[in-house]
């Protein structure tokens, strides 16, 4: 999600509306959230958060529910101008990720 924040004059301005709305989504939401972009720019902030729900229609209203909280933590603050959404669903027998070992017992010795 990109946040425009046209009353921020530095980035500790930035950091203020920024800091707002990831702590009400955390607080609010069982999802991790986090800056991910344009951390340098004064006016434009680009949040990222992620879910994880066996069930498609949860995980969606979960972040569209998210985003109305974004809004509202920020309004007069801040304008979304950009949000994308992405669903991926695993099936139980299908590798995750790429480095995926075979094998793998859960125990990380070293």
Same mark, same amino acid.
């Given at each position: $999600?990109?946040?425009?924040?046209?009353?921020?004059?530095?980035?500790?301005?930035?950091? $203020?509306?920024?800091?707002?709305?990831? %702590?009400?989504?955390?607080? !609010?939401?069982?999802?991790?959230?986090?800056?991910?972009? %344009?951390? *340098?720019?004064?006016?434009?902030?680009?949040?990222?958060?992620?879910?994880?729900?066996?069930?498609?229609?949860?995980? !969606?209203?979960?972040?569209d529910k998210l985003?109305?909280?974004?809004?509202?933590?920020?309004?007069?603050?801040?304008?979304?101008? !950009? !949000? *994308?959404?992405?669903?991926?669903?695993?099936?139980?027998?299908?590798?995750?990720?790429?480095?995926v070992?075979?094998?793998? %017992?859960?125990?990380?010795?070293?």
């Amino acid at each position: $999600m990109r946040l425009h924040i046209p009353a921020a004059h530095s980035l500790k301005d930035r950091r $203020m509306v920024v800091r707002k709305a990831l %702590d009400r989504v955390r607080a !609010r939401f069982p999802v991790s959230a986090a800056e991910v972009g %344009d951390t *340098e720019r004064w006016q434009i902030a680009t949040l990222a958060a992620v879910t994880v729900s066996s069930d498609r229609a949860l995980a !969606r209203e979960v972040l569209d529910k998210l985003t109305s909280c974004v809004a509202s933590a920020v309004a007069g603050q801040a304008v979304i101008l !950009r !949000r *994308e959404v992405r669903i991926d669903s695993y099936n139980d027998d299908e590798p995750v990720g790429d480095d995926v070992e075979e094998g793998f %017992d859960g125990d990380d010795e070293a």
